[in-house]
């Protein structure tokens, strides 16, 4: 699979799909050298009150339980138990942060849409989740998850309607694509891309990962790399 694999959306043209990386070597070496330092956990974060100060870049992941958000961020540290991942859906409750070099923070939020989640549970969620996306001035950009076997489902809207709203800068990132086929992976960029073009806060590439074999991880670190770059010269 091309792990460089990400979909443009081209003035006056259709969602055209581009097979080369979007990222120069240099971009990709600086991802590398992110992601090769230390990163640990900071802490978890049950309310509002418990966020910690807004004092480092944050990157955040969100997604519907079991999308693969967790395996994805030790994927990209190179940590295999960085993040709790599990077969059970809604294992995450909690915000957690993980603190990296150059003031970098990243953020495991919990997933949603899981069925058997108590409703209490998940009103919590989202009053939690939805106050933290929309008063955090030093979030730089929300990657959310979905994933490739399914696509993007009516739940993660609602997602999608807080970040335009927001003004939240974020990007669309399919997971688990070692279990679907090149072509319905091509078609299904093709698609996604289509859909967030009326969505002025989304960022018009979708990366396309696996956790799993490793593809498309260096194509997201260099991403991460050349926001917190952008964000130091801003
Ligand atoms: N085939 C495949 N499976 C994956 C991949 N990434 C994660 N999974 C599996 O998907 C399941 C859920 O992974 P998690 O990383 O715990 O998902 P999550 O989004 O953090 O889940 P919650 O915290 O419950 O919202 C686990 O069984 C993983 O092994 C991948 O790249 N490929
Ligand atoms: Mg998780």
């Known amino acids: 699979m091309d792990s460089g694999l990400a979909a443009r959306q081209r003035p006056g043209m259709t969602a055209d799909l581009i097979a080369t990386s979007p990222f120069r070597p240099a ?4 991802g590398r050298k992110l992601f090769a330092a230390e990163w640990h956990f900071a802490v978890a974060a049950g309310s509002i009150d418990s966020l910690p100060k807004p004092s480092r870049v944050e990157i955040a992941f969100a997604g519907r339980s ?17 993040a709790r991942t599990s077969r059970t859906p809604g294992r995450t409750q909690e915000l957690i942060f993980f603190d990296g070099p150059a003031s970098l923070a990243i953020v495991d939020l919990p997933g949603y849409g899981y ?16 106050a933290y996306l ?13 994933d490739a076997r399914h696509g993007l489902k009516p739940i993660d809207e609602d997602l999608i309607s807080t ?8 990007q669309v990132v399919l997971t688990k694509t070692d279990a679907v086929k090149p072509e319905s992976l091509a078609e299904l960029i093709r698609e996604t891309s289509a859909a ?21 991880v260096p194509e997201l670190r260099a991403s991460i790399a050349r926001l917190a770059k952008e964000r130091r010269r801003g």
């Not at 970040?163 to 974020?170: M, T």
């Open 27 to 30: 971009e990709i070496e600086a």
């Open 66 to 82: 079991n999308v693969g958000k967790s395996s994805l961020i030790n994927a990209l540290t190179g940590r295999r138990t960085l």
């Open 115 to 130: 069925a058997a989640a108590p409703k209490q549970k998940a009103a919590a969620w989202g009053a939690l989740v939805h």
């Open 134 to 146: 929309k008063g955090r001035p030093n979030l730089a950009r929300l990657y959310l998850l979905v």
């Open 163 to 170: 970040l335009d709203k927001a003004a939240v800068n974020y």
């Open 196 to 216: 967030l073009c009326a969505h002025a806060a989304a960022h018009p590439e979708v990366l396309a990962t696996s956790a799993r074999v490793g593809a498309g």
